[in-house]
């Protein structure tokens, strides 16, 4: 089974090169066990949540069904690594240890395996149990619990064994060629020092969260007048819409965007968008994954959301890549940061979303309320992954979206976006 388009590349199209990670990470647990290895050496995070598991009867049931009600008939009794299918939660716990306490994504034949986790979870993800499960509260304190010990594994030295120049390392050619440069041209886009050990990164997740060199990605001196709205990260679109609802049926397949959930149902500021233009677009897994403002003003609200980890939208069956095909749900469900701006006019109030993804679910906000920015001020960032964005507009004004050429590197066509480019021109709506 082969998927075309990955959205962003968090894992690679080619389920082979999957197979042959997951693999991997097989005979480490295995040789573990031979070593005399026992569930007495998990982790404290992966023994709470197996406690949660077999103490709760609905929760026991649930993560018994999830793996029951993926259909053992082919491709589903193989997981989306082509191995055959994890049935057992047993199994998921030891696979989630040996992830939290010794793996950096690196490249597996030419490609990243930045969602781990996922190509555990995928299928249960997609059964009406594994939704049930993973829309829980008490698991998903669990399952941060889990990825909290993960980033103390990515933060630290120890994960600077992915930064070297093999063809599994990020300083390697297929790494290079992935992220769009090469060993001579990453350090005049991206901050570093080659002549020390790592290139300078202390971390992963340092080299992860990596900056641009000044004047890379400057905001155009035609672009900085208030009128022009510029991309607040490097990214690819997904959807643009006008008329937002207040509530709508963000479950079902067309997946609609809801602005009472997104917005937290704050009720100071979601009345001011109903009516209102969304504009989304994801962040690719080899690129910048920091976000900068994308107009001049003042910010006035900062709201941290804590959400979901793994659910993804029912209706979307078992999605390869999950959760890919639910991008514009899981901006209701997933952990968010919000930031509010008031922007010079005619922009006025807009809102700034940043959105987590599977264990990519660390948002750090940079700003504080009541500070002055300009476009391409930084905003905050994403930890140890990526994943989408949106920015909301009111009803009050027009938003006119300027041309981007189409890359066709998968179909269909995207557009990608250039961290500071010119994405839109405002006007103020005329009024009835």
Not at 243 to 262: H, N, V
Request: net charge negative.
């Amino acid at each position: 089974m082969i998927v075309k388009h990955r959205v962003g590349g968090w894992l690679p199209q080619d389920h082979r090169v999957l197979q042959k990670w997951l693999a991997k990470r097989v005979a480490r647990v295995d040789q573990r066990r031979e070593q005399g290895s026992t569930e007495d050496d998990w982790d404290d995070s992966i023994k709470a949540l197996k406690a949660l598991i077999e103490g709760d009867p609905v929760i026991y049931m649930g993560f018994h069904q999830m793996f029951e009600q993926v259909p053992t008939k082919p491709p589903y009794d193989k997981d989306p690594t082509g191995k055959p299918q994890v049935r057992d939660y047993l199994v998921m716990l030891d696979m989630l240890n040996d992830i939290i306490t010794s793996y950096a994504p690196d490249f597996e034949q030419n490609d990243l395996v930045g969602f781990p986790i996922n190509a555990i979870l995928d299928w249960p993800m997609g059964t009406p149990a594994g939704y049930q499960m993973f829309t829980t509260k008490a698991v998903n304190d669990r399952f941060k619990a889990i990825l909290d010990v993960w980033v103390k594994y990515l933060i630290s030295e120890k994960s600077c064994s992915v930064l070297n120049n093999e063809d599994n390392g990020w300083f390697g050619a297929p790494a290079m060629t992935a992220m769009g440069t090469t060993a001579n041209t990453f350090e005049k886009l991206y901050v570093c020092d080659k002549k020390k050990p790592h290139w300078g990164f202390n971390s992963w997740d340092d080299f992860f969260t990596r900056q641009f060199v000044p004047g890379v990605r400057d905001v155009k001196d035609e672009d900085k007048v208030d009128d022009v709205v510029t991309s607040a990260c490097e990214s690819t679109v997904v959807a643009r819409v006008s008329g937002a609802k207040e509530r709508d049926t963000f479950w079902i397949k067309e997946q609609p965007y809801s602005l009472a959930d997104i917005l937290n149902h704050n009720q100071k500021y979601i009345p001011q968008f109903v009516g209102g233009t969304i504009h989304q677009a994801f962040l690719s897994a080899t690129k910048y994954h920091r976000w900068h403002s994308p107009v001049n003003g003042t910010i006035v609200h900062v709201e941290n959301v804590p959400g979901t980890y793994y659910a993804e939208s029912p209706v979307m069956g078992f999605d390869p890549a999950a959760p890919n095909d639910s991008q514009a749900f899981i901006c209701t469900m997933a952990a968010r940061a919000i930031i509010y701006i008031q922007a010079h006019e005619p922009v006025g109030l807009m809102c700034f979303m940043a959105v987590g993804m599977a264990e990519v679910s660390s948002c750090e906000v940079t700003v504080q309320e009541g500070k002055k920015v300009k476009k391409g001020d930084e905003l905050g960032m994403f930890h140890f992954g990526g994943s989408t964005h949106c920015l909301i507009f009111r009803p009050d004004v027009n938003v006119s979206w300027v041309p981007h050429k189409m890359v066709d590197i998968y179909p269909p066509p995207e557009i990608q976006l250039l961290l500071n480019t010119a994405v839109a021109h405002v006007t103020a709506a005329r009024s009835a």
